[in-house]
């Protein structure tokens, strides 16, 4: 069931807003306007079906560019006309352009990665003032709790929770803009 609405609808990102394609499973699509007030005069750079509050219904979470806004729209039984919006949030990022969900500490809900992206190189920061910081997020039970990973700085451009040392403990690959090293991060399973 959940599969099945999966895909059959994907959203991508514009200028404004998002736009949902319905796939009519006739080889075509067909767009489902949705007004959001809060998110449709944003720039949106990443859209991803997620099903963050555990329903069995794939929800979607955006990202927009300017002041690091991100949102989850929650999906009402394959519906998405005046939704729950969810803030998410990120404190003085400028825009995340990868995410990576994954369930850190086990409890069940997916926790995420917000990788943040900003101008220039972290070297040559005069200040930093939180745009270059990565933050992980932990959901309880829709709380989001942002933490930072401040010893994990960009320009990021990719971000992949997956158990890479194979003691079912997810860990954290971050791949960086610029001549920035990209960045292996061992997790101990509790969200750190
Ligand atoms: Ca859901
Ligand atoms: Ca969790
Ligand atoms: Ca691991």
Redesign the pocket.
Known sequence: MTRAVASAIYALRGNNGILLYKNLGTNTFATEDIKIPQIDNLGIHVVAFVDINNDGWQDIYVTSYGEGKNYFILNKKGKFQNPILLEVPNTRAIVTEAASFG?????????FVQGNWFFGSIRYLSSKKGAETNKLV??KGLQFIEGSLAEITGPTLSTLLSDFTNDNNLDLIVGNDHEEPDIFHIGNGEGA
């Open positions: 369930d850190l500490n086990k409890d069940g809900y997916l926790d932990i959901n």
